[in-house]
């Protein structure tokens, strides 16, 4: 933490900061400069974030200088991190695709999204049986059933299975039958459940929350890694702005930013992002350029007849013909698609 004194501190406005800065236990550092004396604090950083020092006469600003990134920043690990889900890997030159359902409504409709993503190439299959809706007299999913169908029907095609967790009390359950747990957008702060989930110690996806920042979104991630679960993967899947055509909209700076910032996978879900299956294939294109290691991707055999998310989610035919584009643009990039 840097504290700036203003212009017109008095020398009493000082000591008194820094007789603060003791009592907490810390060290404070003093620079004098021709117009502003400027405080460095020393110290746990738990004691520095419990100080109010932009409360204390004199005081023009205290800014922090650690973000608190300590396990998920390149600089503690300079090198990617790969995810393992069964025989599936997402981080590595090979593109790791997700396509399924946005919700599981029977196993009639999973086993025909499952057999079209798995013919397209996709490793996973998504489908929630757990729906965070924002009306509560929308589909909610199937629950226990839903979980049943996604086990069974990824068992039969050949797929690693995806699905959102939504609290804390349904994650054994979800466990039971998911390879890799999926934290929602709106549960991206949802701090109890990170910790839970980082005991866990099964791969998650972490979606970035509708209004986080690429900062907040890190944070999040940070409480999975500190229970010491590194099988991590973060997904950008549009934020919130004034922008009405799309659903969302999809932040691609964040995905190089987070990329940059961070060892972990990032992979774009373009369906949530734009919520018109139209802009799928241009943003799935888009999010492979700016270095996303995969797509999250909705898919459902008959979209005019989804439970969920019908508007975004392609049909078959059209995943199939997204693939094909993807994998041939997927080379000039220097990766690769199954
Ligand atoms: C989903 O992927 O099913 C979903 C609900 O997405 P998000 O949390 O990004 O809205
Ligand atoms: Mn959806």
Known sequence: MIVVMKKNAHQEDVQRVVEYIEQAGLRPHLSDGSTHTIIGVIGAREAIDVLALEALPGVEKAVPVSSGLNLVSRDVKESNTIVTVGDAQI??????????????????????????????GAQFLRGGAYKPRTSPYAFQGLEEQGLKFLAEVSQEVGLQVVTEVVDVESLDLVSNYADMLQIGARNMQNFKLLQAVGKKGKPVLLKRGLSATIEEWLQASEYILREGNFQLVLCERGI??????????????????????????????????????????????????????????????????????????????NFNLLMNEVRSFAGLMGRSLS
């Open 240 to 317: 919130r702005t004034f922008e009405p055509f799309t659903r969302n909209t999809l932040d691609l700076s964040a995905v190089a930013a987070a990329k940059m910032l961070s060892h972990l996978p990032v992979i774009v879900d373009p369906s949530h992002a734009t919520g018109k299956w139209n802009l799928v294939a241009p943003m799935a294109r888009a999010a492979i350029a700016a270095g996303a290691d995969g797509l999250m991707v909705e898919v459902h055999p008959e979209p005019a007849r989804a439970l969920c998310d019908g508007n975004q989610s392609l049909t078959p035919k």
């Open 91 to 120: 981080g590595g030159t090979e593109l790791a695709v997700m396509a399924g359902p946005c919700a599981v409504e029977s196993k009639e409709q999973l086993r025909e999204a499952a057999l079209a993503v798995k013919a397209g």
